[in-house]
């Protein structure tokens, strides 16, 4: 008698995960690629930090600072933090998502607006917690229905600020409401991806709340205006108690040699920082004009991208947009998966880039 063969089996949940898709980086058939899906920086990485990461080369067989000290300070010294704070990860992914493994387990709920990052979601199944989406109001997180969401249930609340990929975003003012309103046990996570972008007075990255309170946390990427996305390299600020939690449960040396090295210098090359955010402000508001011109309704952005919202007719609509695009090796990204499939978003690139863009899109109206 044969005994029948039994897979392991995962946790429940664990099979209702769509995973996530980054941007396209290919197009068949086409010589010439202008990828512009996945909001890297547009200028590349500082010069300084390349030239860090190949200096450091002959010592790869060497484990890293599992405790990321330089970059830790250097990010300190940067932003007028704590180090002790300061948690460091394999990109911000990586913190988002052992956040709520420490903090949401079956039963609980983790709350986020409607259009934020995919991520989140993602994080809270694969550990047993059921997602919660709240509406947004004209694409920008609405604090009245994040509130209006909270439940007993209710473990943590992600809000990414600017938000990806509507590129809106939500004033300190607002964000204070948000706070005061949630109850002390609800853990806020302000995922400040693109907070580098924002010129706006009355916005804030949050580092403040988080010194003020101890149920916030920010996030941090060097995925954007650092142009760093190949390194994964990411992190967090946090109440004290919060950096304990996640220094318990990250790998002990969860980032690279590589990653640290190019990252400090990163981060003390202020000028070259500079230099990516006055571009960003430039080609972002060329990029928005020059689309409006056309007829397309753009969403007002302060990150390193535009969302961009065609008619539903079809043949003019964004999957044709889209297709269209391709033709000309031109890549942007389709926004099904969050809920806005009449809408493109387009990453700021160099500025051959953005005319190409613009070029192929004026054909495409024309057509």
């Known amino acids: 008698m044969t005994n029948a063969m039994v897979s392991p089996t995962p946790r429940p949940g664990i099979l209702d995960i769509s995973p996530y898709v980054g941007g396209a980086s290919k197009v068949a058939g086409a010589s010439r690629i202008i990828k512009l899906s996945s909001n890297e920086g547009a200028l590349g990485p500082s010069p300084k930090a390349v030239a860090a990461l190949r200096a450091m080369a002959p010592d790869m067989h060497r484990y890293p600072d599992g405790h990321a000290s330089g970059l830790?300070?250097?990010l300190a010294d940067c932003?007028?933090?704590?180090?002790?704070r300061i948690v460091c990860g394999a990109g911000s992914d990586e913190l988002l998502q052992?956040?709520?493994?420490?903090?949401?387990?079956?039963?609980?709920?983790?709350l986020y607006s409607r259009h934020g990052f995919l991520i989140y979601p993602i994080a809270a199944k694969a550990c047993g917690a059921t997602p919660v989406a709240a509406a947004e109001r004209d694409l920008v997180a609405s604090v009245d229905n994040l509130l209006a969401a909270v439940t007993p249930r209710t473990r943590m609340v992600f809000l990414a600020n600017p938000n990806n990929p509507t590129g809106t975003y939500l004033p300190a003012e607002e964000m204070t409401r948000l706070r005061q309103g949630l109850p002390d046990d609800v853990l806020l996570v302000i995922d400040a991806a693109y907070a580098e972008f924002v010129g706006r007075n009355d916005y804030s990255p949050g580092t403040a709340m988080v010194e003020d309170h101890d149920n916030v946390v920010?996030?941090?990427t060097f995925s954007k205006i650092y142009a760093m996305g190949g390194m994964r390299l990411g992190w967090a600020y946090c109440p004290a108690a919060v950096a304990d939690v996640l220094n318990r449960i990250r790998g002990p040396f969860n980032?690279?040699?590589?990653?640290?090295?190019?990252?400090?210098?990163?981060?003390?090359?202020?000028?070259?920082?500079?230099?990516?955010r006055r571009y960003n402000d430039y080609w972002r508001d060329w990029l928005s004009g020059e689309l409006a011109g056309l007829g397309f309704h753009i969403v007002p952005s302060v990150?390193?991208?535009v969302l961009v919202r065609f008619p539903r007719e079809a043949g003019h609509d964004a999957a044709a947009a889209d297709s269209f695009l391709r033709t000309k090796g031109v890549i942007v990204r389709a926004?099904?998966?969050?809920g806005?499939?009449?809408s493109l978003r387009i990453s700021i690139g160099r500025d051959e880039e953005m005319q190409a863009v613009v070029a192929a899109l004026t054909e495409f109206v024309g057509a």
């Open 218 to 220: 920010m996030t941090r």
């Open 79 to 84: 932003h007028g933090l704590d180090a002790e």
């Open 340 to 342: 806005l499939p009449d």
């Open 255 to 276: 980032v690279s040699s590589a990653a640290l090295i190019a990252g400090q210098a990163a981060v003390e090359d202020a000028d070259f920082i500079e230099l990516s």
């Open 335 to 338: 926004m099904n998966s969050y």
């Open 98 to 110: 052992l956040l709520v493994r420490a903090y949401a387990g079956p039963g609980d709920e983790v």
């Open 72 to 74: 830790r300070q250097a």
């Open 303 to 305: 990150a390193n991208f």
